[in-house]
T-cell receptor
């Protein structure tokens, strides 16, 4: 039973345009969400996170939006660059302020940014 | 230059053998984790440790064992009881068990 779902296995965008990666979750106890970027044969690299007390968090070109009522979050990358091409994972954690140790991961979305 | 070091990067095991994957961190993090990733799958938690000499099973602990004798080190042993050990293994750590978790570059284990 997949508690964190990334329904688009792949996404292709043009350089300079916006990339929108989506993530849905089923467990209402999740209260902290993270996005990681991963290249083949490497470990995931943390990108950005959001607590359930917020609906938006921004860091440079990366913005994460959280819609708790819809149990949906999205990662926006603006503008997209070829170096952003990678697999992006959504992960969720439940517990007080994200201190629960366990992360539940989606299956990833492969983003290709074309020059 | 702080980080998490996993070794070796590639490891081969014969049927019936135990193998140990190394994970060392110099981030002064309290918590450490082991994950497994299979092709086309998300990461699944094997074991985690919040402090020295303490660890808990994750979702797929069967066939694996760990130890946490030092804060910096959290080795994972893949035993012969693990029937499908071929996978990409990732070690992570975090400060006081809080998010985010930071990852090493992984060890790919294959069966000969």
């Amino acid at each position: 039973d997949q508690q964190v779902k990334q329904n688009s296995p792949s996404l292709s965008v043009q350089e300079g345009r916006i990339s929108i990666l989506n993530c849905d979750y089923t467990n209402s106890m999740f209260d902290y969400f993270l996005w990681y970027k991963k290249y083949p044969a490497e470990g995931p690299t943390f990108l950005i996170s959001i607590s359930s007390i917020k609906d938006k968090n921004e860091d440079g070109r990366f913005t994460v939006f959280l819609n708790k009522s819809a149990k949906h979050l999205s990662l926006h990358i603006v503008p997209s660059q070829p170096g952003d091409s990678s697999v992006y994972y959504c992960a969720a954690s439940g517990g007080y302020a994200g201190n629960n140790r366990k992360l539940i991961w989606g299956l990833g979305t492969s983003l290709a940014v074309n020059p | 230059d702080g980080g998490i070091t996993q070794s070796p990067k590639y490891l081969f095991r014969k049927e019936g053998q135990n193998v140990t994957l190394s994970c060392e961190q110099n981030l002064n993090h309290d918590a450490m984790y082991w994950y497994r990733q299979d092709p086309g799958q998300g990461l699944r938690l094997i074991y985690y440790s919040q402090i020295v000499n303490d660890f808990q099973k994750g979702d797929i602990a069967e066939g694996y064992s760990v130890s946490r004798e030092k804060k910096e080190s959290f080795p994972l042993t893949v035993t012969s009881a693990q029937k499908n050990p071929t996978a990409f293994y990732l070690c992570a750590s975090s400060y006081q068990g809080r998010q985010p978790q930071h990852f090493g570059d992984g060890t790919r284990l294959s069966i000969l």
